[in-house]
Nanobody, 124 residues
Framework: QVQLVESGGGLVQTGESVRLSCAFSGGLFSQYAMGWFRQAPGKEREFVAAVGWSGEITSYAKSVKGRSTVSRDNDKKTVSLEMNSLKPEDTAVYYC?????????????????WGQGTQVTVSS
């Protein structure tokens, strides 16, 4: 059974950076596309960034493109998201996602999995 465990996040100031990490276990990491979604209070879960199986293909939401980097380490079975120039509107619970199709979607296949989420709060 695939399990995803996020780390990082917390309270940061506007303009600062945050690095989120996600540890994958219980399956063959290289068979999964990995990514990040976020959900703010009262809003639907939305796509943030994703990285393909080999790490060569990436995708970003317009809201974070240019100030975020998603990467994976297939040896360590981890995926990371670094976000810079944070804004109060980046405040949300960030979820690690794994699925065996591309592009990643909040509507997952039966093989898809979510992490438990980690809070990022950006104060103004």
């Amino acid at each position: 059974q695939v399990q995803l465990v996020e780390s990082g996040g917390g309270l940061v100031q506007t303009g600062e950076s945050v690095r989120l990490s996600c540890a994958f276990s219980g399956g063959l990491f290289s068979q999964y596309a990995m990514g990040w979604f976020r959900q703010a209070p009262g809003k639907e879960r939305e796509f943030v960034a994703a990285v393909g199986w080999s790490g060569e293909i990436t995708s970003y939401a317009k809201s974070v493109k240019g100030r975020s980097t998603v990467s994976r380490d297939n040896d360590k079975k981890t995926v990371s998201l670094e976000m810079n120039s944070l804004k109060p509107e980046d405040t949300a619970v960030y979820y690690c996602a794994a699925d065996n199709r591309w592009p990643l979607s909040a509507t997952m296949t039966p093989s898809g999995r979510w992490g438990q989420g980690t809070q990022v709060t950006v104060s103004s």
